[in-house]
């Protein structure tokens, strides 16, 4: 049974313009949850999180926004360049403490220069 | 960044032979894990560790096996290897229990194809 789901498998946007990446999930004892970026040949690296406690956080050109109601989260990145494009995991970590965190399947962002 | 190598980065082996990976970390983390990547499957949790000689199993343990006798070292052994096992294999690090903020530092991968 999938936990963090990632919909989309792939995204394809051009340079300059926003990317919008989704995250559903279903475990309502999530705390918090993260954004991880992967590039080929290379181990996924962190990218940006954000608490239960809040619905918004900002670092540079990423967002991540979530809605506890709706149990949906999304990453926006503004403006999109083609250095980002990478595989984009969301991940979960479970309430209370835990020292698991459970994964999406990915969606694959191609910014288009 | 973060002191983790994955050894070897690349591996070949036949059907029915053992495999062991190897995950080092220079950074003296209490928790070391290992995922596997495939396509349509993301990251799956093979096995972790909550320190030395202290593992458990994850979500797709069956056919490995772990060890981890010091804390720098986690190895990941395949006992006899099947094709099903052919994926990238990623060891991944953390300090907190929480995994609030930082989550995992992961190392760069071991690629295996069993054949």
């Known amino acids: 049974d999938q936990q963090v789901k990632q919909n989309s498998p792939s995204l394809s946007v051009q340079e300059g313009r926003i990317s919008i990446l989704n995250c559903d999930y279903t475990?309502?004892?999530?705390?918090?949850f993260l954004w991880y970026k992967k590039y080929p040949a290379e181990g996924p690296t962190f990218l940006i999180s954000?608490?239960?406690?809040?619905d918004k956080n900002e670092d540079g050109r990423f967002t991540v926004f979530l809605n506890k109601s709706a149990k949906h989260l999304s990453l926006h990145i503004v403006p999109s360049q083609p250095g980002d494009s990478a595989v984009y995991f969301c991940?979960?970590?479970?309430?209370?403490?835990?020292?698991?965190?459970?994964f999406g399947k990915g969606t694959k962002l191609t910014v288009n220069p | 960044d973060a002191g983790i190598t994955q050894s070897p980065r690349h591996k070949v082996t036949e059907t029915g032979t053992p495999v062991t990976l190897r995950c080092h970390q220079t950074?003296?983390?209490?928790?070391m894990y290992w995922y596997r990547q495939d396509p349509g499957h993301g990251l799956r949790l093979i096995h972790y560790?909550?320190?030395?000689?202290?593992?458990d199993k994850g979500e797709v343990s069956d056919g490995y096996s772990v060890s981890r006798s010091k804390t720098e070292d986690f190895l990941l052994t395949l006992e006899s290897a099947t094709s099903s096992q052919t994926s990238v294999y990623f060891c991944?690090?953390?300090?907190?229990?929480?995994?609030?903020?930082?989550?995992?530092?992961f190392g760069s991968g071991t690629r295996l194809t069993v054949v």
């Open positions: 954000i608490s239960s406690i809040k």
């Open positions: 475990n309502s004892m999530f705390d918090y």
């Open positions: 991944a690090i953390s300090e907190y229990s929480d995994l609030s903020v930082y989550g995992y530092t």
């Open positions: 950074e003296n983390h209490r928790y």
């Open positions: 560790s909550y320190g030395v000689k202290d593992t």
């Open positions: 991940a979960a970590s479970p309430k209370g403490g835990s020292e698991k965190l459970v």
